[in-house]
C-alpha cells in the first residue's frame, strides 16, 4: 500500500486494519509526498462562491497548478521498487479533487516500477487507487481508463463541490467538532 501524504496517512492505515487476512502480516505501508495545495494567507483569497473552507484566523489553502514531490520511495535503499514489482500495489488519499495529483502518482510509480521490472525481471506492478471522497465535477488529470473499468478506481463516497474537513487535519479539535456540528445543522434546516 502507498498512502499519498498527507491527506492519505489516516486513511491507509484504517484500510490495512479490514485488509489485513488473519494469521497474515500487516500489510506495508508506504508513503509519498505530493503537494497540489499551496497555502495562500487568509486575507488574500476570496471565499465567495468557492469550495475552499471558511476562514478561521489562518492561512487557506488552494488547488495550485503544478504537483511537487515533497517524499518519495528511495529508489536506492533496499530495492524498494523491486519490492513492487508484480505486486497489488493500492495507492490511498483522502480525496479525488482534480485528479492531478493521483494522475502524477500512477505515472511515476509505474514508470519507477517498470524500470525496477526491466532491471530485476518478474511480472508489471498492477495499480489500484482507494479515495475517501471522489468530488464529482470535471477533472483536470487522468487515470488509465482501464482502472475504472476493472473496478481498480475505488471512492467511499462521491459528493459534490465542497470543502471537506477532515478530523486529523484539525488544529483545534473542538472547534472543527463544533463547525461541524453547525454546518450539519446548517444542512438539516435547509430540507
Request: net charge negative; with cysteine; hydrophobic share 40%.
Amino acid at each position: 500500500m502507498i498512502a499519498i501524504g498527507g491527506g492519505g496517512y489516516v486513511p491507509a492505515r484504517i484500510l490495512r486494519s479490514f485488509l489485513k487476512q488473519p494469521g497474515s502480516t500487516n500489510i506495508p505501508i508506504q508513503a509519498i509526498g505530493l503537494s497540489l495545495y499551496e497555502t495562500l494567507p487568509a486575507n488574500k483569497a476570496s471565499k465567495e462562491g468557492t469550495s475552499t473552507p471558511p476562514v478561521v484566523d489562518r492561512d487557506i489553502e488552494e488547488p495550485g497548478t503544478k504537483v511537487t514531490r515533497t517524499q518519495w520511495l528511495d529508489l536506492s535503499a533496499l530495492g524498494e521498487m523491486d519490492n513492487l514489482v508484480g505486486k497489488r500495489v493500492l495507492i490511498v488519499d483522502e480525496v479525488d479533487d482534480t485528479r492531478t495529483t493521483l494522475e502524477y502518482a500512477v505515472k511515476e510509480l509505474e514508470k519507477d516500477v517498470e524500470a525496477a521490472r526491466a532491471r530485476v525481471g518478474g511480472e508489471a506492478a498492477q495499480f489500484s487507487i482507494f479515495v475517501l471522497h471522489n468530488k464529482n465535477k470535471v477533472k483536470k488529470g487522468s487515470i488509465p481508463g482501464n482502472m475504472v473499468e476493472e473496478g481498480r478506481y475505488v471512492a467511499a463516497r462521491t459528493v459534490g463541490e465542497e470543502w471537506i474537513c477532515y478530523p486529523w487535519e484539525a488544529v483545534d479539535i473542538d472547534e472543527h467538532d463544533r463547525l461541524a456540528a453547525a454546518q450539519k445543522a446548517s444542512g438539516a434546516q435547509q430540507q
